[in-house]
C-alpha cells in the first residue's frame, strides 16, 4: 500500500527525484475475524467514492455459516495518522460515520489500539499501533448478509495530491480464503484521471469502465510502489465507475487510487514509446521565466499548448492535425457536443495562454512570416 510515503521515478526522464514529505491519515479495509473461524466470505460488493479528500465507503457482505449458530468477533483495522502530521492527529483514526448492520440491526462497536485488546493477530493484519473498531456478530446457519458504511481520509505527498488506500488482501483471512463472489466499484467523480494498480495477484487486474471513459492499455512501471511490482493503469473517467468483478478472489496485493501531481501525471498521459508532445510543460509551470519558455518554443509547440486545455476537455477538433496530435493521450475523449465556452484552466493558466498568443501574433507580425 501507499501508507509508506512513495516517491515516483518520473517513466521518461531518466533524473531521479528525491524523496519528500507527506501525509497518510486513514485506509479502507475489509471486515476480518478477530479469531480463528469457519465461516466463509461467500460475496462481497464493495463501493468507493470519493468525496474531495474522503472517500465514501460502502459494502455488502454474505458469510456462510457452516454449522451452528455462533458469535465471532469481528475487526476493521486503520493505521494512525503518520507523516506530516502533529501528535494529536496521530491519536485518533481519520474515520467517520462508521456503521456496521447485520440483517436489520445497527451493531454497537468499541475502538481502541489493537495492542490494547488483547486480540492474537497476525501482523500482516494489524500492527499493535493501529486502531481497530470491534463489534460481535451472532451467525446464524447459512447465509448471513452484513452491511458496513463509512467514510475515511486519504493521504498525499508532494509525489501524488491525493493516495486512497484500501486493503483488499484481508479478505484471504476467512475460512475459504478468499471471496467467492467480489465486485468493486470506484467512482472518482465526473472528469477524473487516477492510477489504479495493474494487477492483484499473477494475473492482469479485469478493469471496466462503466459509463463514458477510457482504461488505459498500457502498463506503467513505478519503481518505488512495493505492490505488484509497481505496476498502474491509468484512468480517464468523464462521467461513470470504474469496475471490477471476479470469482474465487484471493488477491495477495492491495488497492491504491492515485491522483498525480503534475510533474508526475504528465508521464502518464501517453505510452512512453511514443513521444510526449508536453514533456516539458513543468518548465512552463515551474521554470525561471515563463515568457522565455513560450518563446523558445516552435510555431508548432505554442498551437499544442494553446489547444491543451480544450483537448483535455474533450473538444472535437475539426482540424485533423490538432486530433491526431492529441489523440494519442489517455485523456482525450473527442466529445462533438462540447462547446468552448468556460473550458477549466486545466494546465494552462490564462497568463500563459496571453503570453502564448501574443507570441503567436509577435510571429505572424514579422516580415515574411504568413
Known amino acids: 500500500t501507499m501508507k509508506k510515503l512513495i516517491l515516483f521515478l518520473a517513466l521518461i526522464c531518466a533524473q531521479q527525484l528525491q524523496a519528500n514529505d507527506g501525509v497518510f491519515y486513514a485506509m479502507g479495509n475489509t471486515l476480518v475475524p478477530l479469531k480463528e473461524t469457519t465461516i466463509r466470505l461467500k460475496k462481497e460488493i464493495l463501493n468507493l467514492t470519493r468525496k474531495g479528500d474522503w472517500v465514501q465507503v460502502d459494502i455488502y457482505f454474505e458469510f456462510f455459516n457452516p454449522g451452528p449458530d455462533k458469535e465471532l468477533t469481528v475487526g476493521f483495522v486503520t493505521p494512525p495518522a503518520s507523516g506530516d502530521v502533529s501528535e494529536e492527529e496521530a491519536k485518533h483514526p481519520f474515520v467517520k460515520d462508521f456503521m456496521v448492520m447485520a440483517g436489520d440491526r445497527i451493531l454497537p462497536y468499541k475502538v481502541a489500539m489493537m495492542s490494547e485488546t488483547g486480540f492474537k493477530v497476525s501482523s500482516k493484519i494489524s500492527e499493535g499501533y493501529d486502531f481497530v473498531y470491534h463489534f460481535n456478530i451472532r451467525f446464524a ?19 501524488a495530491r491525493n493516495d486512497f488506500d484500501y486493503r483488499l488482501t484481508t479478505g484471504t483471512t476467512w475460512a475459504n480464503s478468499g471471496i467467492d463472489d467480489f465486485e468493486l466499484n470506484i467512482n472518482m467523480g465526473d472528469d477524473s484521471y487516477f492510477s489504479v494498480p495493474a494487477t492483484f495477484g499473477a494475473q492482469p487486474a479485469p478493469w471496466q469502465v462503466a459509463g463514458v471513459g477510457r482504461l488505459a492499455s498500457n502498463i506503467f512501471t513505478v519503481p518505488y ?3 505488484g511490482g509497481g505496476k498502474i493503469r491509468m484512468v480517464y473517467l468523464r462521467r461513470g465507475i470504474l469496475q471490477l468483478r471476479a470469482a474465487n478472489f484471493k488477491p495477495t496485493e492491495d488497492l491504491t487510487v492515485s491522483f498525480w501531481n503534475l510533474h508526475n501525471e504528465v508521464n502518464l498521459w501517453c505510452d512512453k514509446s511514443v513521444k510526449n508532445d508536453f514533456a516539458g510543460i513543468m518548465e512552463l509551470v515551474w521554470g525561471d521565466s515563463v515568457e522565455a519558455t513560450i518563446s523558445s518554443m516552435s510555431d508548432a509547440e505554442l498551437r499544442l499548448y494553446r489547444n491543451l486545455n480544450y483537448a483535455r476537455s474533450g473538444y472535437d477538433f475539426k482540424d485533423e492535425t490538432l486530433k491526431k496530435a492529441f489523440s494519442k493521450y489517455n485523456w482525450y475523449i473527442p466529445d462533438p457536443t462540447m462547446k468552448l465556452d468556460n473550458v477549466p484552466n486545466y494546465y494552462i493558466t490564462n497568463e500563459m495562454m496571453q503570453l502564448i498568443t501574443a507570441e503567436e501574433k509577435k510571429r505572424k507580425a514579422k516580415p515574411g512570416q504568413p
Not at 446457519?141 to 509525489?159: A, C, D, T
Request: charged share 25%; no cysteine.
Open 141 to 159: 446457519k447459512g447465509v448471513n448478509v452484513i452491511r458496513h458504511s463509512y467514510m475515511y481520509k486519504g493521504g498525499g505527498s508532494v509525489e
Open 225 to 227: 510502489i512495493a505492490e
